[in-house]
């Protein structure tokens, strides 16, 4: 009898569990996403960037190695953000995607406290930008991101709104070359095999060379050459 009771109490654990996971998005969903982080192809690389803020009167800054990269599993596509090996002054790491439904984009930042914050907005005009609402102030914070010189800069700006009235106030920017690059370097690179962007990574298949963007791109053509050399 007991053995009946616990077997039907972990049929109804699983039960719950597959109940509780989020559907599956549908392979026109899916094309639609990567279509939408594809725009924003040029964010992904490593970046030599400086922090600056103001506090008081003074400017504090600092500097710090972010990483941009795709992730691919399952079907779904994200992009993901590292800021210092995870030990950023203000983030660990964050990961953004694209939701077809409400066509916007969503990221979410994990704090060096290991706290979550989700912003939503848009794309426009090669401007990423996006807005969380703080529940217990209503202050508004912003943070916006493109890039610059054919890209080989990148800006990261954050902005905050106090009760969600008025201008948006400086908080603090992050901005800087790719690594590697200079603005005076513009030189054309190999394009991904995956995504199409600019590429800095070699890969082999079939005794040909292939060149990828991130470690992410890797893993996904390593997985499955054959995918996306097909005619080539």
Not at 15 to 42: H, N
């Amino acid at each position: 009898m007991v053995r009946r009771l616990a077997g039907i109490g972990l049929a109804v654990l699983a039960a719950v569990g597959l109940a509780a996971e989020p559907p599956k998005a549908s392979p026109q969903d899916a094309a639609k996403t990567k279509k939408a982080l594809g725009e924003l192809q040029e964010f992904v690389g490593v970046w030599n960037l400086e922090g600056t803020r103001k506090v008081g009167a003074k400017t504090e800054a600092w500097k710090e190695k972010v990483s941009w990269g795709w992730k691919f599993q399952d079907g779904d596509s994200r992009l993901t953000v590292d800021f210092a090996g995870g030990k950023g002054k203000h983030y660990a790491r964050g990961d953004l995607t694209y939701l077809p439904a409400g066509k916007k984009y969503v990221l979410t930042l994990t704090g060096a406290d290991k706290t979550e914050q989700v912003y939503e907005g848009g794309l426009k005009a090669g401007v990423l930008r996006l807005d969380r609402k703080d529940p217990a102030t209503g202050d508004v914070h912003r943070v916006t991101a493109n890039t610059a010189a054919d890209g080989v800069r990148l800006i990261l700006k954050w902005e905050t709104q106090a009760g969600g009235k008025g201008v948006f106030a400086p908080a603090f920017q992050m901005a800087g070359s790719r690594d590697g690059e200079s603005i005076a370097k513009t030189a054309k690179k190999p394009e991904c095999v995956v995504t199409g962007g600019a590429a800095t990574i070699a890969v082999s298949y079939g005794g040909q060379t292939y060149y990828v963007c991130c470690t992410g791109c890797r893993d996904a053509f390593t997985a499955a050459p054959e995918k996306f050399v097909k005619g080539k």
